[in-house]
């Protein structure tokens, strides 16, 4: 270990959680980690310590990092029986680092929760998916204390290139609501564009070549349309994933007396690759509901009138 090398944890290995604590280890830190199921083979064969639970991981790190899909599995770890908090008893100065997408209005209970036992919480999302997970080049939205957030920053830059401190506890979570209305809406209006221009018998991937270059370009016409048009809808970022977000979206709204019905139709689409089978595909693959609407697949021969 080199001299500037600290005790981290982290909790979620996952697409997107192995490859950021990855990087931490490359960066020379020693990392205690805990996930659901078999550790990734980057992860076991690396120096990391393996915990049976993650109050194990809590225990021996300062600084903890959660990766986890959705608010109740953030509960469970945190709280429930040798969760962190178990482990963070008796100890003072830790912090608790949530780059799960999760409640905004659950994050704040829980870093009051956090806050009681003498450590410190930030809730950090993401955004970039799991090209920006390996690539280390995530945006990284963060909601806590200001000397908190200096503290871990170094951490971030080791994961992620635009790292902003959005505001105070939940403010991280409500940017990356945000963020995922803005990209399941692009999401939806690139598959709308691709459509259109493939049922009206141009080629596709000109059209997209085209795009890039105009007013239209963007990182989804950018990678998503590529996935649209070559028909790889692995994961990246999972349906059943983007739905959570969407669903935090609508029901923050409703508390709000806020109206979002791009979102709520976004939504539904999202709905309808599930009930054809498509929770696990990647959210490019979005654009099968409206080719199922329109009978005609993106690519395919249009039929001679």
Request: with cysteine.
């Amino acid at each position: 270990m080199n001299a500037s090398s600290l005790k981290l944890g982290f909790v979620g290995l996952g697409i997107m959680g192995a490859p950021m604590a990855a990087h931490l280890i490359a960066a020379g830190h020693q990392l205690f980690v805990n996930t659901l199921g078999k550790i990734p083979a980057q992860i076991a064969e690396s120096s990391a310590t393996q915990c049976t639970t993650a109050r194990g991981v809590a225990e021996r790190a300062d600084i903890i990092f959660l990766m986890l899909p959705d608010t109740p599995d953030v509960e469970k770890v945190l709280f429930g029986e040798d969760g962190v908090a178990a482990g963070l008893k008796g100890s003072s100065g830790k912090v608790v680092v949530d780059m799960s997408s999760i409640s905004p209005v659950a994050t704040k209970d829980f870093a009051r929760r956090i806050e009681a036992l003498g450590a410190q919480y930030l809730d950090a999302p993401v955004s970039g998916g799991e090209v920006g997970a390996k690539n280390a080049t995530l945006s990284i939205m963060v909601g806590g204390p200001e000397d908190v957030f200096a503290r871990v920053k170094p951490l971030f830059e080791r994961m992620g290139k635009n790292i902003t401190l959005v505001g105070g506890n939940g403010d991280g979570q409500t940017a990356k609501v945000a963020n995922q209305i803005i990209v399941a809406l692009n999401i939806e209006a690139v598959a709308e564009a691709l459509l259109f221009a493939s049922r009206a018998g141009a080629d596709p991937a000109r059209v997209r070549e085209a795009l890039l270059g105009g007013f239209a370009s963007s990182k989804i016409l950018e990678v998503h349309a590529e996935r649209m048009i070559k028909r790889t809808f692995d994961p990246g970022f999972r349906i059943s994933l983007h739905q959570k977000d969407l669903n935090l979206a609508l029901s923050s709204a409703r508390q709000l007396g806020v109206s979002l019905p791009n979102t709520a139709q976004a939504q539904e689409l999202f709905n309808s690759c599930v009930a054809h089978g498509g929770a696990g595909w990647d959210h490019s693959g979005l654009v099968r509901a409206l080719e199922i609407q329109a009978n005609f697949e993106i690519g395919q021969k249009v039929p001679q009138a």
